[in-house]
């Protein structure tokens, strides 16, 4: 008896895959439009648009919308989305906006100029994420229904600002901290959330009542999702079976492999993401600027860019990159010149190298991982021994801020990319003085740069042509005492399904997809 | 025999304790800044001193420990520092994921390897017999994850039989979302008599059991032939067969009973190490699991989410491991010291 018990569990089981193979092919009818977005880690944090300062980008810029929207591949032309019109003193220091009429938000409040005002407000005395973007506003108010006021304390580039990728979203300022951490929105973006799923899913409805609309013909998608799926592999799979339509991340082996499927088109644009390898200025023998300009000139960029991101990069120039303003195509770039680096090896006292170097990288970067083995290799040819160690983020920056710069490591990684369309960060975060190590990985200090990038802030708000020169001219010197080796710009290769309309890559929002401009074919 | 098990349920509670002990000071001896991680990249100085008096991270280590169990006690796992939710919430939603694959694989495994185990071995020495022990050679020699992958490229992008990854699709969700009763899903949706949903979630089991059962469905056929070769050649089999009983009675009713045990056993083991591989095999199914849940902690250096999933397992393994006792135990030839002889 207890092995018939047996026999039948077993037929039943058959039967359980024989219902398993069977029933993938019925699929429900009237089915919703969607669009599905593959990201390699959940985007989602910090809820509070006010505090948001990562990867929630991607979910929160089409739950919310900003003031303005800037193209940075298109001239910086601006692209008007709560606000209409705008408006500048002729002293630069007041700045008016015309809001849009008729914007609702998700929660049938509408929006008027003294709500945005106060979320402005709100993400400013909140003092978290980046809401430093706003330093220099010193008032905000509500003229009319529909006309907010910005009074400055300096002039500052305020459609730049306003435009920011993060902290300049308009929102709900009602509800506290509290309730948008817990995984609520109130935005007035075309997409409402649905639901959210940790590590998972976020899924994201359309808003009925947004101020776009939704006309019948244009075909936009009812639902978009964002999808978390951590294995490289399977986000290659799910885009080739079109289980997904966009992809947030891929190795370049992967996206180099899915040329050849008709199916996909792949979207390539210049990033503003630069890897740079700083050097410890304060440590022998990087101390010496000569042997710096030596290991300048041994970085081996053509066959970085050609074998680590298989063409998919271009060999920085300066410190800020090529498609932002503040470049300039006349600063000095090194190329790989044995000779030279032996010259300079010699003026700075070591004729015949001989010295050993740390270089500390984030472990699991390939990229960052194959740039210091091709790197060694070159070093090896001058005679100088170099150690790469993967270290988790933590252990490196521990590492980086150790008391002592001489406990420090020689050379490390980093990337950076820009808060907003402003080059302040790259130089003030990394080739500024600082009191304490913050991202000056090269423990660079020099008045004259100092002042240089103090004085091009400040001149910003008046004249992005006077701010260019000034930051042109640090880069000079930059360039000359070598804190830090500039490898390359990136490129954003983003594989999408063929059938999907309107994608444009916007490297002022890093890896965000607007869905309200997407449709299928 | 209920006083040994409760004698192995309080070595249990000294092990947990061991481990909790063992993993709370590894993972903070690593070193780590989990107050910058819970205030996020770019936060101030003044940002991450709060956080540092809100995580506890200011007192000494003693003290953190002390706190620590004191929680643990009440069943409070602490706050995920990665995405600021209570640990206990996000293993609740975890384990039954996994649990359900895990047990799942097994009970596959067993019905389906035992009858492979007894075919192999009363055709021993056939093709079939050498193909069978090939089969499940391979098999438990495969690592998992390789299993996953290829499944993943027949299955679901070369003949597009099986969704490639996931627990349901979205669009399911979307249209017949699935009420959650016991946080079993196939248990939940048929609780809830969502057959939409239950087909949908049942087609994307069937990769990630297929590779999880790979494993003990190999040792289950390998051990059940090994053991039944034994077995027949024992007297009762031989006196069996003298009476003119049927080879499939032989088999099936007498030498069968003395197979059970082992494998049971084996499987109750091997059930450990089918937790073990879904920390591989999740991550390759984006599977919304225990395996994945602790992958991400991981790399993240989230320990109060590392110490909640390694208290999970210790004590999952603390229970398999009693079963296969209790299975060996309702053997009647095996007596317990303190059972009298």
């Known amino acids: 008896m207890k092995m018939n018990m047996v026999k039948t569990i077993m037929i039943s089981l058959l039967f359980f895959c024989m219902l398993a193979v069977s029933v993938y092919s019925s699929a429900p009818n009237a089915t919703p439009t969607m669009v599905t977005y593959i990201a390699y880690a959940d985007p989602m944090v910090f809820w509070d648009p006010a505090e948001s300062w990562a990867a929630e980008l991607i979910v929160l810029h089409n739950m919310y919308e900003t003031l303005l929207r800037i193209d940075p591949l298109g001239n910086n032309k601006i692209m008007p989305v709560l606000a209409e019109s705008w408006e500048e003193s002729p002293d630069h220091l007041k700045w008016t906006f015309t809001l849009k009429k008729g914007v609702k938000f998700h929660s049938g409040k509408e929006l008027t100029a003294d709500i945005a005002a106060r979320s402005i407000q709100r993400t400013i005395d909140n003092g978290k994420g980046a809401s430093y973007v706003w330093d220099g506003v010193k008032e905000i108010k509500a003229l009319d229904n529909n006309t907010i006021e910005f009074t400055l304390s300096r002039p500052l580039p305020m459609l730049y600002i306003v435009s920011s990728s993060y902290a300049a979203y308009i929102y709900n300022p009602e509800y506290d901290n509290d309730w948008y951490n817990k995984g609520n929105e109130d935005g007035t973006g075309p997409y409402k959330l649905n639901s959210y799923k940790k590590d998972s899913e976020v899924i994201l409805q359309k808003f009925d009542d947004y101020w776009g609309g939704w006309p019948e013909d244009t075909m936009k998608f009812d639902y978009a999702i964002i999808k978390i799926v951590t294995e490289s592999v399977t986000r290659r799979q799910m885009l080739m079976t079109g289980e997904a339509d966009i992809v947030e991340q891929m190795p370049v082996e992967d996206i180099e492999a899915l040329r050849s499927d008709k199916n996909i088109t792949i979207s390539k644009i210049t990033s503003f993401q630069q890897l740079y390898a700083f050097l410890n200025t304060q440590k022998p023998p990087l101390d010496n600027k000569y042997i710096r300009q030596a290991l300048s000139y041994l970085m081996p960029y053509e066959d970085i860019v050609k074998h680590v991101m298989l063409g998919n990069a271009t060999q920085s120039r300066g410190v800020v990159p090529p498609t932002l303003w503040g470049h300039g195509e006349d600063v000095l770039q090194y190329n790989y010149n044995i000779e030279k680096a032996n010259e300079l090896l010699t003026k700075g006292g070591y004729p015949n190298g001989g010295f050993k170097l740390l270089y500390t990288y984030t472990a699991g970067d390939k990229n960052e991982q194959k740039v210091g083995e091709l790197f060694k290799d070159a070093l090896k040819k001058v005679n100088i021994d170099m150690e790469i160690r993967g270290m988790t983020v933590d252990s490196k920056y521990n590492l980086a801020k150790a008391p002592n710069p001489k406990d420090r490591q020689d050379i490390t990684m980093l990337y950076w990319w820009p808060d907003n369309l402003d080059p302040s960060g790259y130089l003030f975060s990394q080739f500024h003085s600082e009191e304490k190590v913050g991202f000056n990985f090269g423990y660079y200090s020099n008045s004259d740069v100092d002042k240089l990038i103090d004085d091009a802030i400040n001149v910003s708000g008046v004249s992005i042509d006077e701010a260019t020169k000034k930051y042109i001219e640090a880069q000079r010197i930059i360039m000359d005492e070598c804190p830090a080796i500039m490898v390359y710009c990136e490129d954003y290769l983003r594989p999408y399904r063929s059938n999907l309309k309107g994608y444009k890559d916007n490297p002022a929002y890093p890896n965000v997809v607007f869905f309200y401009d997407l449709s299928r074919e | ?341």
């Open chain 2, 1 to 341: 025999m209920g006083k040994y098990i409760l004698q192995r349920l309080i070595t249990g509670v000294f092990v947990l304790f061991f481990v909790v002990t063992v993993t709370f000071f590894l993972s903070h001896v690593i070193p780590s800044d989990p107050a910058q991680k819970w205030v996020g990249a770019h936060a101030t100085d003044e940002q991450k001193a709060a956080a540092r008096i809100e995580l506890g991270l200011d007192k000494p280590l003693y003290i953190q420990y002390t706190s620590y169990l004191k929680n643990l006690v009440k069943g409070d796992f602490g706050v995920s520092i990665t995405s600021h939710r209570p640990v206990a919430i996000e293993l609740k939603e975890a384990i039954p994921n996994t649990v359900e694959l895990v047990a799942l694989s097994i009970i596959f495994a067993f019905f389906l390897g035992l009858p492979i185990g007894v075919y192999s071995a009363s055709k021993e020495n056939t093709i079939f017999d050498h193909l069978g022990r090939l089969a499940s050679v391979s098999v438990i020699s495969l690592p998992v994850f390789w299993v996953a992958l290829m499944l993943q490229i027949i299955f679901s992008t070369g003949l597009g039989l099986f969704p490639l990854s996931g627990q349901m699709d979205t669009i399911i969700k979307l249209t017949n979302p699935l009420q959650r009763v016991t946080g079993f899903s196939i248990l939940d949706s048929l609780l809830t008599g969502n057959m939409e949903a239950f087909k949908n979630i049942i087609s994307h089991y069937v990769l990630p059991i297929l590779t999880l059962m790979s494993y003990p469905l190999g040792l289950t056929s390998r051990m059940t032939r090994s053991i039944l070769l034994e077995v027949l050649n024992e007297d009762y089999i031989r006196a069996s067969r003298a009476y003119g009983i049927k080879e499939r009675l032989v088999i099936w009713r007498y030498a069968i009973k003395n197979v059970l045990g082992t494998i049971a056993t084996v499987l109750a083991l091997s059930a450990g190490y089918a937790l073990v591989n879904t920390f591989v095999i999740e991550a390759v199914f984006s599977w919304p699991g225990i395996g994945n849940y602790l992958a991400r902690s991981v790399v993240n250096l989230d320990y109060p989410a590392i110490i909640g999933v390694t208290l999970f397992a210790s004590l999952s393994y603390i229970i398999l491991n009693l079963i296969a006792d209790i299975i060996i135990a309702l053997d009647p030839r095996i007596r317990f010291t303190e059972g009298g002889n």
